[in-house]
Structure formats: C-alpha cells, structure tokens
C-alpha cells in the first residue's frame, strides 16, 4: 500500500493551520499564540456603515461590536455582531465634504449676485426711422449667494433708443445718422505738401471703408493720429497742449478754421468717414481690453520727424481720444 499521498494530504493540512493562525485577528508571527482561551475584553455599539441617502441625508448603521483579550499574549482583536439600529440625519459638512459620509456638497447656484464686470461696445446699427440698436457684450463676475461659488459669463445685449443729437448737432453721437433735414457741409479740399504728395496717413480715409485688419498694421498711439487726420481734413481746432496739435500743425496740407466750432466738424463727416472713426475705437478698444499696444505695428509719428515705438495710451488733445 502506497503511503505517501496521504502523508503529502497531511502536510498540507499543517502548512494550512500554521497559515490560519498567523492570518486571525491579533496574533502576532506564526507560532506566537494561538489564543485558547479568549475572553471579553469589552462590548460596544460602533457604527459599521454609512450610506448617503442622497436626499441631503445619510444613514449610520449601529452594530454591536465585542472586543476579546487573549490572557496568555494580552493581544485584542475585534468582532463585529448583529445590527443594533440605524439612524438617519443631515449631512455634517465641514467646508464642502460631510465629515460623516463623505458626501461632497453640490449647490444648483439658484441664488446668485453680479459682484463686478464690465461692458463692451460691439456695434450700432441705424434702423432708418429715428432710432438705432446697440449692440453690447457684457462682461459678469457672478457669485452664489448660497455656497460661495463665483464664475464668469457673457451675455449679448441689444439696446434700441432714438438717435441722440447734442445741442446744435446734426448727427446722431451713437451711430453718425444725419438729422432729418440737415444738409451736409462740404469739407474743404485737402492741400498735399510739397516734400509728401499725399502727406497724410491714411490719405483715402475719407473715401474708403478701412477695414479691422488694415488698423491692426497700426500701434494703438498711431491710430490715435490716424483718426484725427480725418478730423484735420475738415478744420479741425486741436488744443495747443494736446497730444495731437504739434503734428498736424507741421502738416502743409493742414488748414484749421478756427472760425468753425469743433463740432460742426463732426456734422461735416461724410458716411465713411464716421464708418472709419468708429471702427478705429472698435479696434483701439479692443487693444486696450487685450491689454496691448500692438507694438508690432506701424509707429506714432514724433516731433524728430520719425516715429516713435509704441507707449501708453495719448492723454487729452480733442476728439474722442
């Protein structure tokens, strides 16, 4: 008779036991202890379980809990019994976690304030019968008044409103729409000089839709200069101390009508002209919201007969910048 299959039947039964005792709860190595004579050390009811109910509310599961001692080793082991209760209560959050359950705190931002934006001017279109629509982008710092929670958005905004003519203006300061039965006034011929033939800037800036690339070649400084040539044009009388009056009145094509007002100037405007004015403070506003001067374009003019690299913003001279 074969005996050694049952003595390998044996072995692996030992090999098994010695596994189970180092594996129970407290022991130590193999072969420390093999806990005989356990005894209660202790008997408590500890929460075994935490379930979020998903309605605000989680539910602690209460089970009795038995601590036992081993009097030989002194090693504690715990062992966990029959359920004992289950209690229901809110979410005990601290910052946005629950510290019970660990739910995170989710909030729909329902109540929520504007604390800070801004807006901006995209377009204003003449609608043909006494008014024109604005067209905005308004900028938004939102925070909910219920978490804390802040976000930015945009929104577009449209504002319709009868033209806006200031005292003794024939046209509209929002859009450049004429007053009904006003007559255009005829600018006064540009005179090139002698050492520029065109000696302007933008010389066809009267005629000729400019377009928004066509200003981005320009820093924002020079299309300062570049919107008040068109103005220049028409006689326009630039503040001694401005930014603008040293360079046009070195200008030989520049003839001021100091018996004009100013703003008979602007009544004078032809369409295109008020078209490439307001697309110069489209593209000048956006350069300042992008926090640029576009130092890669084409140069203000300077009092050395160059141009100068680009600086901050012009301060005063007339006009709208």
Not at 57 to 62: G, K, S
Not at 118 to 130: A, M, T
Not at 217 to 246: C, K, M, P, Q
Request: net charge negative; aromatic share 10%.
């Amino acid at each position: 008779m074969n005996t050694k299959p049952a003595c390998r039947r044996k072995l692996a039964l030992a090999l098994c036991a010695a596994l189970l005792l180092t594996l129970m709860p407290g022991t130590g190595t193999a072969g420390s202890c093999n806990h005989p004579n356990p005894r209660v050390y202790g008997e408590t009811v500890a929460c075994s379980e935490r379930i979020d109910n998903g309605d605000g509310t989680h539910t602690r599961v209460l089970t009795n809990c038995i601590v036992y001692e081993c009097p030989d080793c002194g090693q504690t082991w715990e062992v966990w019994g029959a359920e004992y209760s289950r209690e229901r209560e809110p979410h005990k959050y601290n910052g946005d976690t629950c510290w019970v359950c660990g739910h995170k705190k989710t909030c729909s931002h329902s109540n929520w304030s504007v604390v800070g934006g801004d807006e901006k001017y995209v377009s204003c279109r003449d609608n043909g019968d006494g008014t024109h629509t604005e067209t905005m982008i308004e900028y938004m710092d939102c925070r909910c008044d219920d978490c804390g929670y802040t976000w930015s958005t945009t929104e577009n905004r449209t504002y319709r409103e009868e033209h806006q003519y200031l005292y003794g203006q024939n046209t509209c300061n929002i859009c450049g729409a004429r007053k009904p039965g006003s007559s255009p006034v005829t600018p006064p011929a540009p005179r090139p000089g002698p050492s520029e033939p065109a000696g302007q800037l933008v010389p066809d800036s009267g005629s000729r839709r400019m377009t928004e690339s066509e200003c981005w070649n320009w820093t924002y400084e020079a299309l300062g200069y570049v919107y008040h040539e068109i103005l220049a044009r028409h006689g326009f009388v630039f503040d001694a101390s401005g930014t603008y009056a040293w360079y046009f009145n070195s200008q030989s094509w520049y003839r001021p009508i100091s018996s004009r007002n100013n703003q008979a100037v602007y009544d004078s405007l032809n369409e295109t002209e008020w078209y490439n004015i307001n697309l110069i403070k489209e593209v000048r506003q956006k350069m300042k919201n992008q926090g640029t001067d576009n130092p890669g374009g084409r140069p203000a003019p300077s009092r050395g007969g160059g141009y100068v690299p680009p600086s901050a913003p012009p301060q005063g001279g007339g006009g709208f910048f």
